[in-house]
């Protein structure tokens, strides 16, 4: 169990899964939490069971399928209803039977929400927190309070604000979240009246949502006017700009303040966790994402890179192992010769000085050109090896192909493609047909290379993306095409960029066919 003096309290399950297009079954949910487990959180906010059939669902099952380590489940409800004891509230009985050792329980501490939302006196809220929290430590469970729309309370009226906060203490509250519901706060101003809530002697917490762009500098701000309970969600999730991101909380109080929060070895795992986690949600992973993001150690400007070269600290906050990332060179037009070599060396080459200087014209010509090699690394590595042997390598040669795309009587629209290749001393002639002219020639060029080099089964196109390059227009534009390929291990992209929109997938799709004959250990 961690550490009771700070808390790291993640509310995905229930706060995150409120972001636009967020939607988790019931074990969707059970493998975040585990997720967030392994990472080391001290509580993880299941849900509201009783208001959704899910969470309650939730709830049942993870008392037999959840080992958790770690952290601690917390069951999410409100107060009692206005009029009515806690021990007859239907709501607060499914907390109580929720088999969670955690309640957290959201309260009005806004005089404005409590008149015209909850319909009650400011004496009956004050009633219903006092009921509610003191009845559910009488049933053995430990309760935490958010106190909703706190900050805006306060400047309403700060004295029923904290009036809130020392009602939910004197009852056996053992943490009192002051929640930024809106998210409109700033750091100066939060400290303030996180400082002055911290006078009444209750513990405090942070809650903070992102519509300023505040929320993780809301929650350091928070922790130094002395909260010791942070709540976040894994990546930022949440509703309208989302939540607090808890991951860039973690790692910015862990490695610049000097908190323990969670277990170095996992703190290394971090990058893997939030990419797991993205994978089970089904959102895109933000690649800018601060500490775990794949461009969050990513150097692209060649004086960068120059200092790189020297030190890796001297443009990098901390080394990307702390949290399980890596740092990453970009080739552009932007780069200079250390680029080039610290890519080269990052893809196991040493190149010479004429090497690097002639690889950095090529770059420079080629991108001039439409092409971009920041976003195709394969493509970069097959230029990479060209450049270094002299001569362009690959494990076939196209003699040609060809596309015919027929409109059929019924409206079905077919593509068949014929490619002529060299391989292994053979002249191979294959066909394909497909949903489209890119589909076709695929599935020909596996027709041709299959039998030499089974290992291409393995291999798929996953994504395909075509670009108007800028300048250019109409049907003659230039077009630049961008090509994800993947086998069991691994992703990898790869570009080609001509007036002809298939010429250019052609050239993306040959080099994503070579660069996955390399990986399958097919040596140039």
Same mark, same amino acid.
């Given at each position: ?36 487990? %392994? ?60 088999? %969670? ?77 002051? /929640? ?27 809650? /903070?949502?992102?519509?300023?762009? /505040? ?11 002395? %909260?010791?309970?942070?709540?976040? /969600? ?70 960068? %890179? ?94 040609? &192909? ?89 992703? &990898? ?12 997938? &052609? ?18």
């Amino acid at each position: 169990m961690a550490d009771d003096t700070f808390h790291v309290y993640d509310t995905t399950l229930r706060d995150g899964a409120q972001q636009e297009g967020l939607n988790l079954s019931v074990a969707d949910k059970l493998a975040v939490a585990r997720h967030l487990d %392994a990472l080391g959180v001290g509580f993880i906010e299941g849900g509201w069971p009783g208001a959704n059939p899910k969470d309650t669902e939730f709830f049942r099952r993870a008392q037999t399928e959840l080992d958790l380590k770690h952290a601690q489940l917390a069951a999410f409800g409100a107060t009692r209803r206005a009029g009515v004891k806690a021990a007859d509230d239907p709501l607060v009985a499914a907390l109580r039977e929720s088999g %969670a050792p955690i309640v957290t329980l959201v309260a009005k501490s806004h005089d404005r929400h409590v008149e015209l939302a909850l319909r009650t006196t400011l004496e009956e809220n004050l009633a219903m927190i006092r009921d509610t929290v003191s009845h559910l430590r009488a049933e053995g469970q430990r309760v935490f309070l958010d106190a909703e729309h706190f900050f805006d309370g306060y400047k309403s009226n700060p004295a029923y604000a904290l009036e809130v906060i020392r009602t939910a203490a004197e009852a056996g509250a053992s943490v009192i979240a002051l /929640c930024d519901t809106n998210g409109g706060m700033l750091p100066d101003e939060l400290a303030d009246v996180v400082h002055q809530a911290v006078q009444t002697s209750a513990r405090i917490g942070i809650h /903070c949502h992102d519509d300023t762009g /505040c929320a993780v500098a809301n929650t350091l701000a928070a922790v130094r006017a002395g %909260a010791s309970h942070v709540q976040g /969600c894994a990546n930022g999730y949440g509703e309208r700009s989302g939540n607090a991101n808890l991951f860039t909380v973690v790692a910015n109080l862990q490695l610049k303040r000097g908190f323990q929060l969670v277990p170095p070895q996992a703190l290394r795992e971090m990058t893997r966790i939030a990419h797991a986690i993205t994978e089970v949600t089904n959102v895109t992973p933000n690649s800018h994402q601060p500490y775990v993001g794949t461009s969050a150690f990513a150097h692209k400007a060649g004086l960068h %890179a120059s200092a790189i070269k020297v030190d890796p600290n001297l443009y990098q906050h901390i080394d990307p192992a702390e949290v399980g990332n890596d740092m990453r060179m970009l080739v552009s037009d932007m780069a200079g010769r250390a680029s080039v070599e610290l890519k080269g060396r990052e893809l196991g080459y040493q190149l010479t000085g004429d090497q690097a200087r002639t690889l950095v014209e090529r770059v420079k010509e080629l991108e001039s050109r439409g092409y971009t090699f920041e976003a195709a690394d394969a493509s970069f590595e097959l230029l990479l090896r060209d450049s270094v042997h002299g001569e362009r390598l690959r494990h076939f040669s196209v003699e040609s &192909w060809r596309v015919i795309v027929e409109r059929r009587p019924g409206g079905e629209v077919v593509s068949e493609a014929t490619v002529k290749l060299h391989a292994k001393g053979e002249r191979i002639v294959a066909t394909g047909e497909g949903n489209g002219p890119v589909n076709a020639l695929d599935k020909a060029v596996r027709t041709a290379l299959e039998g030499l080099y089974p290992e291409l089964a393995a291999v798929e196109l996953i994504d395909f993306k075509v670009r108007i390059l800028e300048g250019t227009h109409g049907t003659d534009a230039v077009t630049r095409v961008l090509v994800t390929s993947s086998d069991a291990g691994a992703e &990898w992209a790869t570009v080609g960029v001509d007036e002809n929109i298939i010429e250019a997938s &052609w050239q993306a799709l040959e080099q994503a066919v070579t660069f996955g004959l390399l990986r399958a250990g097919y040596s140039l």
